[in-house]
Nanobody, 124 residues
């Protein structure tokens, strides 16, 4: 079965950085668009970034220029490098996968597989 396992979350001060990783198994990784979402306490889950099957990337405006998503098809890993973190970016960060269609998708219901999430806490 498909498994997505996130790692790398933790506590960081405002302005700091973290690198999240998502290890995928049970799917043909190179054929899938891989995305990161996040859900802050009391808020809906929101799109953060996606790296599509041919490595095109797309970012939400609120992280553009600070976050970088990348994939390693040889290792079945997608990473999210996060710089200049802000306290309001405290959230559970989720890895998600959908079959690659060459069409950008940001709504969460477009994604078929999800990890359990990793907590990121940014202190002020």
């Amino acid at each position: 079965q498909v498994q997505l396992i996130e790692s790398g979350g933790g506590l960081v001060q405002a302005g700091g950085s973290l690198r999240l990783s998502c290890s995928a198994s049970g799917l043909t990784f190179s054929s899938y668009d891989m995305a990161w979402f996040r859900q802050a306490p009391g808020k809906e889950r929101e799109f953060v970034a996606v790296v599509m099957r041919y490595a095109q990337t797309y970012y939400a405006d609120y992280v553009k220029g600070r976050f970088t998503i990348s994939r390693d098809n040889a290792k079945n890993i997608v990473t999210l490098e996060m710089l200049s973190l802000k306290p309001d970016e405290t959230a559970v960060y989720y890895c998600a996968a959908r079959w690659g269609t060459d069409v950008l998708a940001t709504p969460e219901n477009e994604y078929d597989y999800w990890g359990q999430g990793t907590q990121v806490t940014v202190s002020s």
